[in-house]
């Protein structure tokens, strides 16, 4: 059985190449792939393979006293999620090209919104009637699955985000209990802190993202659709396939569905809904293609 792992830490790391070199050194021993990211912020990783090879991976990378404790998600792989093995040192783990706004020590994240488990959010939701749940992944990732009622903004990158909250476009929020959310957490650590910085006055984070959630609660709760993943999966889903909602539409045909692909057109990078039937192809490419 094959599994792929989901993890981060932020922590401050003195040698992040030295980090590098240990983990690079650690997953090609064991036969994993997958993509690790290390900063001085921290570790941002995921990586599949055989399931006694990450339990090995996992046990030894907690050993690092930085890392002690890390949660690590884990979800089935095919055995072929990742093409190849990469580990880098990067100025962040989460790329919103405002590495001077992030502040970390031993506990996370300095500043960042209040960490929420999935029961504790639904708590807030029927206590409040005011409560905004705000996607922090791209706007494609949503076009398969979010939240109910969810706030998406309008961005292609995880570095658009500081522009448009800079630019207003969110102040109504700032008086509002935002609930901010992700695929595992990690990018709504950086983004929650942004936006407390902002002036947003209540600023909270679903712990351990959809993926947490997704396991906790299914297709029973507030999540509708299909999760994007950054692997050769694409999407996955909770519960009873049957029961998930499809939300998508195919870019080609206009058939609903909830799959995800990479744009037939070598020079364009989007990813796009698609259906079985049918190549990907963004909109605008579709009749060239």
Known sequence: MHKVLLYYRFTPIADPEAVRLWQHALASSLGLTGRILISAHGINGTVGGPMDACKRYARATREYSGFTGMDIKWSTGTGDDFPKLTVKVRDEIVTFGAPDELAVDADGVVGGGRHLKPGELHALVAERDDVVLFDGRNRFEADI?????AIVPDVDTTRDFVELLDSGAYDH?????????????????????LMVQRGFEEVYQLDGGIVRYGETFGNTGLWEGSLYVFDQRQTVGFGDPADVAVLGTCTRCGTATGGMGNCALWSCRKQVTTCEACEPACAVHASAV
Do not use: N
């Open 145 to 149: 699955g979010r939240f109910k009622g």
């Open 173 to 193: 929020l700032k008086d509002k209990p935002v609930v901010t959310y992700c695929t595992g957490g990690v990018r709504c650590e950086v983004l929650s802190s």
